[in-house]
């Protein structure tokens, strides 16, 4: 079974950064396109960031465009979410997805709160 494990979330106040982790297991990481996906309190779900199987091809929400980066380490298993300038509108539950399949991390959760 296909495992996604997120780290990296917590507190922060307004204009810090945080790294978010996704290590994935029992998988075949590297052919596969990696999402970041976020779920604040009674809002839907959405997409914040897309990279391609190779990591050469991203892309963002608008509402990140600019302080956000998602990037991967194919021989680690692991794709990253790079948050800078962090806004109090960004506190979420943050999910990393493997794009076009139903494999799901737990999530973790991201406050940004002066």
């Known amino acids: 079974q296909v495992q996604l494990v997120e780290s990296g979330g917590g507190s922060v106040q307004p204009g810090g950064s945080l790294r978010l982790s996704c290590i994935a297991s029992?998988?075949?990481?590297?052919?596969?396109?990696m999402t970041w996906h976020r779920q604040a309190p009674g809002k839907q779900r959405e997409l914040v960031a897309r990279?391609?199987?190779?990591?050469?091809?991203?892309n963002y929400a608008d509402s990140v465009k600019g302080r956000f980066t998602i990037s991967r380490d194919n021989p680690k298993n692991t794709v990253y979410l790079q948050m800078n300038s962090l806004k109090p509108e960004d506190t979420a539950v943050y999910y990393c997805?493997?794009?076009?399949?139903?494999?799901w991390g737990q999530g973790t959760q991201v406050t940004v709160s002066s």
């Open positions: 990279i391609t199987s190779d990591g050469l091809g991203t």
């Open positions: 029992r998988i075949i990481f590297s052919i596969y396109e």
């Open positions: 997805h493997v794009y076009a399949t139903g494999w």
